[in-house]
């Protein structure tokens, strides 16, 4: 299990599988350029070279950042490889500080099991604002929102120092 910042070249991988599961109704559809132009907010897994499931983070302000497409290829499901994923996302978020994440899901279970609650969707005026109003299921949405503040989260996780994911993103910024 190859767990890592997004690169230039994971570019084309990320969107194929990000879109892949867009058509399905799972996640909104991204272009090559919003995901070239949010790379550093992106994590992969990869596997003999091939994009088989991502993370993004987007932070809409100093107190707030949202675990987006969060996606992990049906051949790879039930292996770890999305648990290991939010872990990830989660020590990224502490890294730059950011106090509260939260995500708007189906699977609401899966984010309980990292510690996070579920929420009203309304504390979340920033992602409705960018993303709600624009997609076409918003008067039958069936997502969830949920939320982890990640002062109350530190039992669960690592700190960003004693992570492999904080490592690996250090090496790969000083390269």
Not at 41 to 70: K, Q
Request: hydrophobic share 40%; aromatic share 8%.
């Amino acid at each position: 299990m190859d767990i890592r910042p997004a690169l230039i070249s994971d570019v084309r991988g990320i969107f194929e599988l990000v879109n892949l599961h867009a058509e399905l109704g799972d996640v909104l559809p991204r272009t090559q350029t919003q995901i070239k132009e949010s790379l550093s907010d992106w994590i992969v897994g990869s596997l003999n070279n091939e994009i088989v499931a991502c993370v993004s983070l987007l932070r809409y302000n100093n107190n707030l950042a949202e675990v987006r497409s969060l996606i992990v290829s049906d051949q790879m499901q039930g292996m770890g490889w999305g648990a290991t994923l939010l872990e990830a996302i989660i020590t990224e978020a502490k890294y730059r500080k950011i106090p509260k994440i939260f995500a708007l899901t189906r699977a609401e279970a899966f984010f309980k099991r990292a510690g996070f609650s579920p929420s009203d969707r309304s504390h979340f005026p920033e992602k409705i604002w960018r993303d709600c109003d624009q997609c076409p299921v918003k008067d039958n949405c069936d997502e969830i929102a949920v939320e982890l503040q990640l002062e109350k989260a530190s039992h669960l996780y690592q700190t960003p120092e004693q992570s492999d994911t904080f490592v690996l993103h250090r090496k790969q910024e000083n390269m």
